[in-house]
């Protein structure tokens, strides 16, 4: 069976640090995976998704950006993280035309 | 209008009744669109797929109105359990890979 994982659950970090949360998918091949944030009270935004080994599609031209160095590895970065930058991450992957599967999310506060 | 639009609620149901939620949408000629239920701080999950035909599962029927463009969601005989908030989530028009969610409306069935 198919699993997601994603790490770390929780993140504190001071404004201008760097970021990186990684998600692995075992059990499929070739999934395309996804990045969303939720900001506390609102709903999911799209940030970046990936249908194959470094293809990414920008949502959100912000100060974030990913990557997809194998077929089941996605990675969300910044160099300098900002307070809005504060919510909770989900990766997610799917196959083709199928329901999205989430990981259990990164919670995120920048301070 | 934006691409998808929910009633963020809260819909407050006593236990047993009948609460229906709608999803509206704009850029998606799609033939599958999803049901996902979340609880506070926790990933979405899976609820119900969504096709022409429509889709029943026990107490939850999804139905999909593609000439007013919305998919709707009944809950009959609610439990306390089904307290949540409740996401439609749309296929892009141009890319399917592209899956917006709605705002989700929020659900709170008492005693």
């Known amino acids: 069976s198919q699993t997601i994982h994603q790490w770390p659950a929780t993140l504190v970090q001071p404004v201008g640090s760097p970021l990186s949360l990684e998600c692995t998918v075992e059990?499929?091949?070739?999934?395309?995976l996804y990045w969303y944030r939720q900001a506390a009270g609102r709903g999911l935004q799209l940030l970046f998704y990936?249908?194959?080994?470094?293809?990414i599609s920008s949502e959100v031209p912000q100060n974030l950006s990913a990557s997809r160095p194998q077929d089941r590895q996605f990675i969300l970065s910044s160099k300098k993280l900002l307070l809005s930058d504060s919510g909770f991450y989900l990766c997610a992957w799917r196959l083709f035309k199928s329901p999205l599967h989430f990981g259990n999310g990164t919670r995120l506060t920048v301070t | 209008r934006k691409e998808v639009e929910q009633d963020p609620g809260p819909f407050n149901v006593p236990e047993g009744a009948t609460v229906a939620f709608n999803c509206t949408y704009s850029n998606s000629a799609s033939q599958s669109f999803f049901w996902y239920r979340q609880d506070c701080r926790k990933e979405p999950k899976l609820l119900m797929s969504?096709?022409?035909s429509g889709n029943e599962d026990g107490r939850f029927t999804a139905q999909l109105n593609r000439a007013s463009q919305y998919i709707s969601l009944l809950i009959r005989d609610s439990k306390l359990s089904d307290s949540a908030t409740y996401l439609c989530v749309v296929p892009y028009l141009l890319n399917t890979d592209k899956l917006i969610f709605g705002t989700g409306t929020r659900l709170q069935v008492f005693p």
């Open positions: 059990g499929t091949s070739n999934p395309n």
């Open positions: 969504v096709y022409s």
């Open positions: 990936s249908v194959g080994i470094g293809q």
